[in-house]
């Protein structure tokens, strides 16, 4: 529609297509759409009001003039007809579109560290990421996604030499990510007291980056018990798989020739010892360590060139927390040195820190506070809460499954993702607000009015399209251009807001009218209306990957 009344203007005026904006007036009685002419004078030398006018008499739409705005009004009936029977035919594919048609995007999110608990801090990537990856495929995009796990770097040579003097295997086998941060602790507090313990370190990791079997079977030990220590929270959040796990550690000896490279190009300075590339404006990167250790943001460069050999992306997403602006900043100037056109394409999904004020969060382990420990807290208070409102519910278990986790990324992801947040687990799961169980209620509560519905032919005749339905209608249309705004910004709380907007309008409809009427045609009508926004806000959630439940 937005397109055919752009195309309508451009060519009445005969203007470029560019030139045509349209917005949604903020009153929402002002008009559906609204065409501010101001752009237009120039060009035409008109007032805006007399183009406005001019347009208000031309087109074929009912139209307003207010300032220099055309206001248009839609057709309330063909709109409302070919809304809803859209939605009720196209279902969880309602809103697929071809923005990204075509195109190769690789999203790179999550990327916990190996032998440290999955903390709160990499929820974030994870749900970011996650909704984004199902966003983009909304979108048409052909999407690669990428668990980057941090398994390499000079710690590992610390673990080892730690492991191998105070760990403990019963300990490792029982609760593996526990012991290894326990004696990785250990490690520092007594190489205060005797510094050579680095050096042990050092020659640890050497070892490692030698391929010497010994290092080698523990870091593979490492590595393997805590991939599947993360599977269980991955398991609690949905996410079933990614199409590569290729951490740092496999680009362990890609990463000579991206030196070789940057020494071609007379990129590399040695300073104090160490080597570097200068950069504009930013502090250097510092490439090799003066011990000759190999470097987090080495790795960083041969896996995007790879990447970009591998997957011929049209862009890549870095799901990754704001502290690590530098590090990609400084990532994308040295692909840029080294004379690659591509580095636009490269963007920094940043976002800001979970902040934890409840006393309820227990900090068992030390500072970090683990995912799974806050899921498995909120799916439990989640079913204290159902029960106290549904003490016969059946599958207990699952549903509140469903809204504990489901709670908790909502919580993330309805904040612009740059922000700090709170987190506080009860305002999180407060069946009023704007949270996650209260979009789930919403849905449940519509979905046992369907059962009203008898699933028959109805017709347009003498109903009423008041301002209310309107406006939820009005909502429902604009589904589509919501999730391409979404992927533009790279910002799934777009479609958070939107999802509680629309359950807002919802809730206004649905207070002011009786659902179930005597006239079976009407009836029939407002219950598809009530369908289509069900069917709309499983799909929404489910780009926020949230579930839904039909009874609550
Ligand atoms: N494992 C890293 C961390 O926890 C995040 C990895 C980010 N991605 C990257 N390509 N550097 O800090």
New binding site residues.
């Given amino acids: 529609m937005k397109n055919k009344i752009i195309s309508d203007i451009a060519s009445l005026l005969n203007v470029d297509k560019d030139l045509v904006k349209i917005e949604y007036p903020k009153d929402r009685t002002f008009g559906d759409y609204a065409i501010p002419c101001f752009q237009f004078s120039k060009e035409l030398h008109k007032s805006p009001i007399e183009i406005a006018n001019y347009l208000k008499e031309n087109l074929n739409y009912e139209s307003n003039v207010v300032n220099g705005y055309l206001n248009i009004f839609m057709n309330k009936v063909e709109t409302t007809k070919s809304v809803i029977s859209t939605i009720l035919a196209e279902k969880d594919d309602y809103g697929n579109n071809s923005y990204g048609a075509g195109k190769n995007i690789v999203i ?1 999110y999550s ?3 190996v032998a440290k608990p999955f903390g709160m ?2 929820l974030r ?1 994870t749900v970011i990421g996650q909704a984004l990856n199902n966003i983009s495929k909304k979108c048409g995009y052909n999407v690669t996604s990428i668990n ?3 398994d390499y770097g000079t710690q590992f040579g610390k673990l080892i030499y730690a492991y191998k003097k105070w760990g403990n295997e019963d300990a490792l086998n029982e609760s593996p990510l526990d012991e290894l941060k326990r004696v990785y602790v250990k490690f520092h507090e007594e190489a205060e007291k005797d510094p050579s313990l680095d050096d042990e370190g050092r020659m640890w990791f050497k070892k490692l980056e030698e391929n010497d079997e010994e290092a080698l079977k523990y870091w593979k030990y490492f590595k393997e018990v805590s991939i599947k220590e993360f599977q269980k929270t991955y398991d609690l959040l949905n996410i079933n798989k990614f199409d590569s796990y290729e951490g740092e550690s496999y680009y362990k000896d890609k990463m000579d020739p991206v030196i070789d490279e940057l020494e071609s190009k007379n990129l590399l300075k040695i300073s104090e010892g160490a080597t570097i590339v200068e950069l504009d404006g930013i502090v250097p990167a510092l490439i090799k360590r003066s011990d000759g250790a190999s470097l ?1 943001i080495t790795r ?1 460069i041969a ?1 995007l060139l790879d990447r970009k050999k591998r997957y011929n992306f049209d862009e890549i997403l ?1 799901v ?2 704001n502290e ?1 602006s530098l ?1 990609f900043e400084q990532v994308k100037q040295i692909i840029n040195k080294l004379g690659y056109d591509f580095s636009e394409n490269v963007k920094h999904i940043g976002f800001g820190m979970l902040l934890l004020n409840g006393k309820k969060m227990s900090t068992r382990h030390g500072k970090s506070v683990i995912l799974k420990d806050v899921l498995d807290e909120s799916i439990d208070l989640a079913k204290k809460y159902i029960l106290e409102k549904n003490p016969n519910i059946d599958n207990i278990n699952e549903v509140s499954k469903k809204i504990g986790v489901g709670a908790v990324i909502f919580n993330d992801l309805k904040n612009y993702r740059i922000n700090d947040i709170e987190f506080n687990l009860e305002d999180t799961l407060r069946f009023e607000g704007n949270t996650g169980p209260y979009l789930q209620y919403t849905y449940a509560r519509i979905n046992s009015l369907l059962s009203n519905k008898q699933n028959i032919d109805f017709t347009y005749d003498n109903i009423d399209i008041d301002e209310n339905k309107w406006n939820l209608i009005w909502s429902l249309a604009k589904y589509e251009e919501t999730i391409i705004t979404a992927k533009e910004n790279n910002d799934p709380s777009i479609i958070a807001k939107y999802l509680l907007d629309l359950a807002a309008d919802f809730n206004k409809f649905y207070a002011h009218e009786r659902i179930v009427d005597d006239n079976v045609n009407y009836a029939e009508f407002k219950l598809s209306l009530c369908e289509a926004v069900a069917i709309v806000i499983k799909n929404g959630l489910g780009l926020l990957n949230i579930d839904v439940i039909k009874q609550m």
């Fill in positions: 790179e990327s916990p560290n801090g990499h990537s980057y796990l941090g987090y960083d896996a870095y990754v927390g690590q590090h």
